[in-house]
């Protein structure tokens, strides 16, 4: 599963590459610091493989589930951001399932490069709360543990307000209100739980691997 889920991001990094336009700009770029300040909102479908023997067994982990994250970026380089999502998986001919609420709340460190690649790492505190439905009882809780992340950010000519030559703007001109870029997303990440193996129950690790598309506001 993990070659499968690997060589299809791959081919998808790639594709987007290439199929990406020079011509879209970074609103930040060329602006020094903290004069950078910019608010962003994604989508993104993630997939997780979780470490937990007892879901491994049980549940399907090859699904790919829907993430709404907000950030802001405050500077240059670094932008603090918020992320959850809700994952469900049945089990058992449908007997048990499994749900998850991951949030996250963390900080990115950005590497722009040029006008219209961003890679980018981030860390941030996660917290899942979980249930598990069986027959005739329920488990549920909430976890406390940390979220790695790293990736790279494609920006497209949707939605881009920056194409237009600058020479037609006069010392007035106010762009209209809305978006200012689109960007196409891949991460791929970790979440960390029962560190150095501390701590009891369930084990809510998971290697994730996400896609999605970003608006720059």
Known sequence: MYIKMSNFFVSLFCFL????????????????????????????????????????????SDRFYGFLGMSHRFHYHYAAYLEGGFVRADGNSDQTAIQLIPVTLGASVLFPNGKNVEPFVGLGFSVVNFLEQIPNNSISGTKLGMDFRTGIRIATRFLNRMNHPKSVYNENYTPPPGPKQLDIEVMFGQRFHQLFGVGEGFNLSAFRIGVGMQLRL
Not at 27 to 54: D, L, N, V
Request: hydrophobic share 35%; no cysteine; net charge negative.
């Open 17 to 60: 590459l290439f199929t990406s336009t020079a011509q879209a700009e970074d609103p930040g770029f060329g602006k020094a610091g903290f004069s950078t300040q910019e608010s962003r909102i994604a989508f993104r479908g993630i997939g997780e493989a979780w470490q937990e023997p007892s879901f491994g067994s049980v549940y399907r």
